[in-house]
């Protein structure tokens, strides 16, 4: 459409919706496909956001082929379409702005890649997310006798994940009703990936595929800790006996796709 007609249109699409709470906004879905659009449309399309909603939603665009410049102070968080979960916590760094994984592949069963892998690879890739400090988002693609998508029509889900989903997000949630503050991430030696609570309350480790039946943690001095394993794929929490401070050495149960998690004792 001509310029006039597309910023007649987004002004009415805000005026539309920019009036409920739930509402976050997405310039494009992969912008960089839309050839006839230019880098001064996109930029111009972000002005009108921001002068005519009046709530301030949450702000970005989608990529296909080439990032975006999520940098750019229009922004409020970059939404990224990328399987490279491990760059989260460097992205996040680079832009000063929340990564949210808007589209990390689908779990499904038709024939493109992007919309085949397994529940268990698609709860992998919700576990690197939280651990790099970051947002990932959920879709399906499973072959429907009626060829009705999820990802195109919603309806009912089929696969595995949705409920690992769920168990993780309510571990999250159980650290933000015990310390303030973002999730930042930690290395221990670049293997596991792990994050902590801004005041050290809550420190965890996802152990992705490998399978340690042992491991030494550097805790925070001065705080003593309790600690929990839990199992990504089984949906179990098993408390480890003892406490926990200083160079913690820890009994681990030697099985993949595991985490572990302190807890500082005042909290326990």
């Not at 890649?113 to 990932?136: K, L, P, V």
Request: proline residues 5%; contains cysteine; hydrophobic residues 35%.
């Amino acid at each position: 459409m001509p310029a006039e007609v597309d910023d007649r249109y987004l002004r009415y699409v805000i005026a539309r919706f920019s009036g409920y709470r739930n509402v976050w906004w997405s310039l494009a879905n992969e912008f960089d496909l839309l050839r006839a659009k230019t880098t001064a449309d996109w930029d111009r399309y972000a002005r009108i956001l921001g002068e005519y909603d009046a709530f301030d939603h949450l702000r970005s665009i989608h990529y296909s082929r080439y990032q975006y410049e999520y940098g750019r102070g229009w922004c409020t968080h970059a939404g990224v379409q990328d399987s490279r979960l491990q760059l989260g916590a460097q992205w996040r760094s680079d832009w000063s702005k929340p990564v949210v994984y808007d589209e990390c592949r689908y779990e499904g069963n038709i024939a493109s890649r992007w919309g085949n892998i397994s529940g268990d690879a698609m709860t992998r890739r919700f576990w690197q997310a939280a651990a790099q400090g970051c947002y990932c988002g959920h879709g399906e693609t499973y072959l429907d006798p009626n060829d009705t998508l999820w990802w195109s029509h919603g309806g009912v889900l089929h696969g595995t994940s949705p409920a690992r989903i769920a168990f993780l997000r309510k571990l999250l949630e159980e650290t933000i009703a015990v310390g303030p503050g973002p999730i930042g991430f930690t290395n221990f030696n670049d293997d596991p990936m792990g994050a902590r609570r801004a005041n050290d309350s809550v420190i965890f480790y996802y152990f992705d595929e490998h399978q340690p039946a042992e491991g030494t943690f550097a805790l925070p001095e001065g705080r003593t800790y309790t600690a929990e394993y839990i199992d990504t794929l089984q949906l179990t929490r098993t408390p480890l006996p003892g406490e926990y401070a200083g160079k913690a050495e820890v009994k681990l149960p030697g099985t993949p796709w595991g985490s572990l998690w302190f807890r500082a004792k005042e909290l326990t």
